[in-house]
């Protein structure tokens, strides 16, 4: 079992800072093929969303969320890119993007494997 890994992660232009525990360590990156998702394309690591600390730059956060309104996808104001989402699959997790966490280039853990985010359950009807 891997051990738990406290991570920093940021924007491009540095005005977000976050830290957060990754439970499984940088082990089990993923992408989404949701209708958002697979537009952004960044991959992502599981942290526990209660360890997820906006040390600086809260205020240059923005939100997009959409259909159910669970899944929350937060994005640096001034350089665009997305920090982190909190699941729809599970709100107490959060998805750190791979490429903003200090240390960790995405090329090196190819192949990332796809997550079908096109056939949620939480998009099925009855």
């Not at 491009?12 to 976050?18: E, F, I, K, M, T």
């Not at 525990?21 to 992502?44: I, V, Y």
């Not at 998805?95 to 359950?121: K, Q, S």
Request: proline share 6%; net charge neutral.
């Amino acid at each position: 079992m891997t051990a738990p890994v406290t991570v920093r992660a940021s924007c491009h232009c540095g005005a977000v800072v976050l830290t957060a525990e990754l439970p499984r360590g940088l082990t089990a990156p993923a992408r989404c093929d949701c209708s958002f998702c697979r537009r952004r394309q960044a991959a992502n690591v599981s942290a526990r969303t209660d360890t997820v600390t906006i040390v600086q730059g809260a205020e240059n956060l923005t939100l997009y969320s959409w259909g159910t309104g669970t899944a929350k996808h937060y994005f640096c104001k001034t350089c665009g890119i997305y920090t982190h989402h909190q699941r729809r699959s599970d709100p107490d997790e959060t998805g750190i993007n791979l490429g903003c966490i200090e240390g960790a280039n995405p090329r090196d853990f190819d192949p990332i494997p796809w997550n079908d985010g096109v056939n949620h359950p939480s998009d099925r009807g009855g």
